[in-house]
Structures are given as C-alpha cells and as structure tokens.
C-alpha cells in the first residue's frame, strides 16, 4: 500500500459545479498535511494547509479526518481556472521534521 | 515572496555524462531539497540538507550526489547519467527544521538523458 494514496482522475467537471477529492495516508501518527496545486510544465504551490478542525479559503475547504485517515479537498463553484493537478502531501511525525510524502496527484479538468 | 531558482527550464546530456543541477534560494532557508518527479508517481526525494555542508539521503539517492557549500546553493550532481535519469528535477527550500512549514519550489528541470 502506497504511503500516500490519491484518486489520479482525471475528474472531468463542468464550470460551476462542486468538486471533491479525497486522499488517504497510511501512517497513523502523521502530523501536517497539505494540498498544493500543480499546473501542468510547472512547479507545485502551496494550496493550502490541512488543519485538524478543517480550513476554509474562498472557494476551497480542506479537511482532514484521522479515525478514517484521509484528507479532502472541496473546491465550489468551479472556475476554469481550477484545472491543475492537485497534490495531498503528508508529513509522516514529528521525527521526520524535513521529509513530506508525497502523492501522485488528482488531474482536474474544468469544461466550460 | 520567496524565491527558488534552478538554473535550467530544459536540459539534454548524454549518457555517461556528468551533470550539474544548480539551485539557490533567497529567503535564508535552512532546509533544500532535491525531488524528482516522474508520470504517476509522487514527488521522490533524492536527497536534502538541513544546513551547510549537511546532507541526507532521501528515497532515491542511487546515482546521484549532492553539494552543500553556502546556505542558499544546493547543488545536485549525477555522476554519470543514464537514461533511467531522464525526469523532471525540482528544488525546494523551506525556512526551520521544525514546524509545519511549507516548501517553496523552482520552476524545475527537465532533465533528458540521451
């Protein structure tokens, strides 16, 4: 089992619609989660963090679930814009103060 | 804004080669690191460094080396390329040891190994 698991998509959505995806990690004692975002050719920005009672930022909102160990992403209101590929990234505990694992990534598409 | 710079967007060498992947960072980060990142898989990590001269090997570190001599370069060498090494490089730095702390990324390198 991957240490870091993500649905690769891609998810094929209609500008304005709701989109979530989910990604699930492996190792109980994780500490930090991110998402980042990925345009194609280019490198990975931060999306935003993951935080235990779950982050809001516009149209984005993370959460993250530890009984069920996955972590999701809800995108609203869908804007062209949107399409990337969307990396879950997982910092394992607190000895690994440097390494983050990192997924495959989710490829989103937004059709007009 | 931070910024992470890697010297080459494309680059081509040929097999046997030895290869000299340059990055810097301006904002006075403690932590570099070297990442690949090939089709379906993750970003892997070949190897990072903590702070000058300081090293440790990542996931992936067969083949490749790594140079730490001033806080903002963190240089990635292949010894002598091969194919097997054709990917997509990319930098990052982040700014203590501890903390949930982001990483910040070059634009990358697309390496070809001829």
């Known amino acids: 089992r991957k240490e870091v698991e993500q649905d690769p998509g891609p998810f094929n959505v209609p500008e304005g619609a709701t989109v979530a995806f989910n990604c699930t990690y492996s190792n109980s004692a994780s500490q930090s989660f991110f998402w980042y975002r990925q345009d194609c050719r280019k490198e990975p920005k931060l999306l935003m963090s993951v935080y235990s009672s779950g982050n809001e930022d516009g149209r984005f909102t993370a959460q993250l679930n530890r009984a069920s160990q996955y972590i999701s992403l809800l995108i609203r209101d869908s804007k062209l814009s949107d399409s990337a590929t969307y990396l879950c990234?997982?910092?394992?505990?607190?000895?690994?103060?440097?390494?983050?694992?990192w997924g495959a990534g989710t490829k989103l598409i937004i059709k007009p | 804004d931070v910024k992470v710079t890697q010297s080459s967007r494309y680059l081509v060498k040929r097999t046997g080669e030895k290869v000299f992947l340059e990055c810097v960072q301006d904002m006075d980060h403690e932590n570099m690191f070297w990442y690949r990142q090939d089709p379906g898989l993750g970003l892997r990590l070949i190897y990072f460094?903590?702070?000058?001269?300081?090293?440790e090997k990542g996931d992936i570190p067969e083949g490749y080396s790594v140079s730490r001599e001033k806080k903002e370069r963190f240089s990635l060498i292949l010894e002598s390329a091969s194919t097997n090494q054709t990917s997509m490089y990319l930098c990052?730095?982040?700014?203590?040891?501890?903390?949930?702390?982001?990483?910040?990324f070059g634009d990358g390198t697309r390496l070809s190994i001829l």
């Open positions: 990234v997982v910092r394992p505990d607190m000895d690994s103060n440097y390494q983050l694992i």
């Open positions: 460094s903590y702070d000058v001269k300081m090293k």
């Open positions: 990052a730095s982040s700014p203590s040891r501890t903390g949930n702390q982001p990483q910040h």
